[in-house]
Nanobody
Framework: QVQLLESGGGLVQTGGSLRLSCAAS????????MAWFRQAPGKEREFVAA?????????YTYTPSVKGRFTIFRDVAKRTVLQMNSLKPEDTAVYYC???????????????WGQGTQVTVSS
């Protein structure tokens, strides 16, 4: 069973930084594409970033609105991290870690989800 455990998030002022982490098994990380999505109140769940570090390929991708500000990577503790810099009020949302075999940019491509963590950026 795939389990994703998120941590991080919180309240930060515009221009600040936050780091989100997603813990998963080594098997999960090597088998599936790992991604971050976010969902603001009244909006659909939106793709943020994804990475794939399987034996056959390695790639990263970001939605245009976060490119250059957010970075997805795997840290020494083997967690999938979303480092968020230069945060803006429009980044406010519940952020979800996800894992799936297809590696797309839509929520239906992912089979497993974390519980979500709130990120609030004040103006």
């Amino acid at each position: 069973q795939v389990q994703l455990l998120e941590s991080g998030g919180g309240l930060v002022q515009t221009g600040g930084s936050l780091r989100l982490s997603c813990a998963a098994s080594e098997y999960t990380f090597k088998t599936y594409t790992m991604a971050w999505f976010r969902q603001a109140p009244g909006k659909e769940r939106e793709f943020v970033a994804a990475m794939n570090m399987s034996e056959s390929s390695a790639w990263y991708t970001y939605t245009p609105s976060v490119k250059g500000r957010f970075t997805i990577f795997r840290d020494v503790a083997k967690r999938t991290v979303l480092q968020m810099n230069s945060l803006k009020p429009e980044d406010t949302a519940v952020y979800y870690c996800a894992a799936g075999p297809l590696g797309g940019m839509v929520a239906r491509d992912y089979d497993y989800w974390g519980q979500g963590t709130q990120v609030t950026v004040s103006s």
